[in-house]
Structures are given as structure tokens and as C-alpha cells.
């Protein structure tokens, strides 16, 4: 199938680790992407490739794979992490993602 | 640096057709595909589809793929979706992306389809 699941919210103390996972078939066979997008602002990219952080995301943010799930990992989570969190990948003609994850940080 | 900018929120009655632009700049235009996806309020983002500039390969989602055309304009840089027959339930932002990874994204376009 195309969906992509993940969990409606997560919750952390700042200074813990978050993780957010991300489950579908084509994960076995299409890579993922994280975005990260705060209230009223345009997503940005901070995981690409699976495992692949862009430049100019902090070190805190990575992403791992196993099977058809991507996980990302924030160590240390910090206030200005607080967001929604949607994973992306394509299948053979369009892109799709995830129903996202809110990440408190609290 | 890379910059995509896009045209000005749009407010349009149910049947007529809308069209955003995008303007990029601080990259080799004909080298990256661009991505338009929309978003309605507290909803997750919606692929409408993409275009690859080098070949000019276009892809649209079913659901809307009798309703949307994404065109360049490689002379100024710019995207194009333009989405016809509005619905109420097109209201959205609609965003462009950069990419295969959609690496960096304009600032959105809010369309508002009410009668």
C-alpha cells in the first residue's frame, strides 16, 4: 500500500530523547524524508535518504531504517523542536506522506 | 542562495481555475524537477504533482491529474500549477519544492475557493 503511519504526537522533556517512527510498504523499497514545519511556515527538510541530515540541521537530528519503518531520532530534544513532524516518500509516479507527528517538548 | 518565491494568495469562486507561480533563483534552473504539493488547514501535506525541467516529464496525482497542469518557464525561472474547476475543498496551501527531496520550499500560496 501507499500509506504512511505514524503516531499523532510524541512527548519529551527537554533534554530527552525524541523518536518518531514512520511505517509503510514502500519504505521496504523507496527511501524516506522527514520534514519538520512550525505553525504557519513552509516544511523544511531535515532528513533525507533514510540517514542523510542536511546541511544546516543540527547535529541532534538522525534518521535510521529497518525494513518498511524509518525512525527519526532527536537526542536532546530542545524547545525550539517543538513541531509537526511528516515523513515522505514516492511511489512510482507521486510523492506521499505521513499524517504527521506533533512533538511536544515539555 | 536559493530562493523559490510564489505569487500572492488567491481568492476564486467554486468552477473557476487558479494558477500559481513560482520564481526561483540561485540554482541551475534545467538541472532539478519541482514538486507542488497543497495543504488544507490541519491536514497533512497532499502531493499534486511534479515536473522534471531537463525533459520536461510531468506526473499528477489521480485524484486531481483531469483538473492540474504543471508548466516552466525556463526563460524566467518559474514553475507554473494551474488548477481548474474549483471546489470548496481545494482551499489549501499550495507550496513548490525543489527536488527529489524537496530540499527547499517557496512560502506557499493560500487559494480560497468560496461562493
Known amino acids: 500500500s501507499y500509506e504512511l503511519t505514524q503516531p499523532s504526537s510524541v512527548s519529551v522533556s527537554p533534554g530527552q530523547t525524541a523518536r518518531i517512527t514512520c511505517s509503510g510498504d514502500?519504505?521496504?523499497?523507496?527511501?524516506g524524508r522527514w520534514f519538520q514545519q512550525k505553525s504557519g511556515q513552509a516544511p523544511v527538510l531535515v532528513m533525507y535518504?533514510?540517514?542523510q541530515r542536511p546541511s544546516g540541521i543540527p547535529e541532534r537530528f538522525s534518521g535510521s531504517t529497518s525494513g518498511t519503518t524509518v525512525t527519526l531520532t532527536i537526542s536532546g530534544a530542545q524547545v525550539e523542536d517543538e513541531a509537526d513532524y511528516f515523513c515522505?516518500?514516492?511511489?512510482?509516479?507521486?510523492?506521499?506522506f505521513g499524517g504527521g507527528t506533533t512533538l511536544n517538548v515539555l | 542562495q536559493v530562493q523559490l518565491v510564489q505569487s500572492g494568495a488567491e481568492v476564486k469562486k467554486p468552477g473557476a481555475s487558479v494558477k500559481v507561480s513560482c520564481k526561483t533563483s540561485?540554482?541551475?534552473?534545467?538541472?532539478?524537477?519541482f514538486h507542488w504539493v497543497r495543504q488544507a488547514p490541519g491536514q497533512r501535506p497532499e502531493c499534486v504533482g511534479w515536473?522534471?525541467?531537463?525533459?520536461?516529464?510531468?506526473k499528477y496525482s489521480e485524484k486531481l491529474q483531469a483538473r492540474v497542469t504543471v508548466t516552466t518557464d525556463t526563460s524566467a525561472n518559474t514553475v507554473y500549477m494551474e488548477l481548474t474547476s474549483l471546489r470548496s475543498e481545494d482551499t489549501a496551501v499550495y507550496y513548490c519544492?525543489?527536488?527529489?527531496?524537496?530540499?527547499?520550499w517557496g512560502q506557499g500560496t493560500l487559494v480560497t475557493v468560496s461562493s
Open positions: 519544492a525543489r527536488g527529489e527531496h524537496l530540499d527547499h
Open positions: 540561485g540554482f541551475t534552473f534545467s538541472d532539478y524537477a
Open positions: 515536473i522534471n525541467v531537463g525533459n520536461g516529464d510531468t
Open positions: 514502500v519504505l521496504a523499497k523507496k527511501y
Open positions: 535518504k533514510d540517514t
Open positions: 515522505y516518500s514516492e511511489t512510482d509516479y507521486i510523492g506521499v
